[in-house]
């Protein structure tokens, strides 16, 4: 089994910066892509950056040049650098992995998520 563990959420005030990391841990052969996704209330969850195994990334367009995603040496973990918040990055930020946990097994798979509350 696979576990994701997010950490950073809170609450900030428009303009501000957040934080998220998240560490993927158990019986991973390898991941192929980690990223973040946010749902916010009454939307559906949607894509905000990505990054692969090789460093390619791609984002919402909505953030773009306010966000960076980026993975630690270990490779198991992913951080989401968010800056000049506004009120409408308010949402649950989720963690994603796409893991490969046998030979010809890949997976998907999720974190608890973490609230990001932008508000004055």
Same mark, same amino acid.
Not at 79 to 83: E, R, S
């Given at each position: 089994q696979v576990q994701l563990v997010e950490s950073g959420g !809170? #609450?900030?005030q428009p303009g501000g910066s957040l934080r998220l990391s998240? *560490? *993927?841990s158990g019986s991973i /052969?390898? %991941?192929n892509s980690m990223g973040w996704?946010?749902?916010a209330p009454g939307k559906q969850r949607e894509l905000v950056a /990505? %990054?692969?195994s090789r460093g390619t990334t791609n984002y919402e367009d909505s953030v773009? !040049? /306010?966000f960076a995603i980026s993975r630690g040496n270990a490779k198991n973990t992913v951080? #989401?650098?968010?800056?000049s918040l506004k009120p409408e990055d308010t949402a649950v930020y989720y963690c994603h992995a796409y893991v490969q946990i046998a030979a010809s097994s890949w997976t998907d798979y999720w974190g608890q998520g973490t609230q990001v509350t932008v508000s004055s």
């Open positions: !809170g #609450l900030v998240c *560490a *993927a /052969r390898s %991941i996704y946010r749902q /990505r %990054i692969t773009k !040049g /306010r951080y #989401l650098q968010m800056n």
